[in-house]
Nanobody, 125 residues
Framework: QVQLVESGGGLVQPGDSLRLSCAASGRSFRSYTVGWFRQAPGKEREFVATIFSSDGITYYADSVKGRFTISRDNAKSTVYLQIDRLKPEDTAVYYC??????????????????WGQGTQVTVSS
């Protein structure tokens, strides 16, 4: 069992940066692939980025490549999402999720076994 808690969201202006954190509790965190998803009002939850447990390989949605960076610190059982040059369309609740099996279907929400409660990111001038 893994529990995930996101933090770092807030109200920011276009062009600002944020670093979201996903802190995990539970055993074997380092063996889990961890992904970030987001859900904007009235829209479906969408994949943002993921980082594999075994080799740290990362994947990103095309819409965020070049602005988002996912990383992990296994010693702290934490995964980060650095977001640069924020845009109003980045406004959403951001969720982290953990996958026990490191599925290759990393962009599919059903591949993930555990989810956090989310952190709100609002980009507005």
């Amino acid at each position: 069992q893994v529990q995930l808690v996101e933090s770092g969201g807030g109200l920011v202006q276009p062009g600002d940066s944020l670093r979201l954190s996903c802190a995990a509790s539970g055993r074997s965190f380092r063996s889990y692939t961890v992904g970030w998803f987001r859900q904007a009002p009235g829209k479906e939850r969408e994949f943002v980025a993921t980082i594999f447990s075994s080799d740290g390989i990362t994947y990103y949605a095309d819409s965020v490549k070049g602005r988002f960076t996912i990383s992990r610190d296994n010693a702290k059982s934490t995964v980060y999402l650095q977001i640069d040059r924020l845009k109003p369309e980045d406004t959403a609740v951001y969720y982290c999720a953990a996958d026990r099996h490191s599925s290759y279907a990393y962009s599919t929400s059903t591949s993930y076994d555990y989810w956090g409660q989310g952190t709100q990111v609002t980009v507005s001038s």
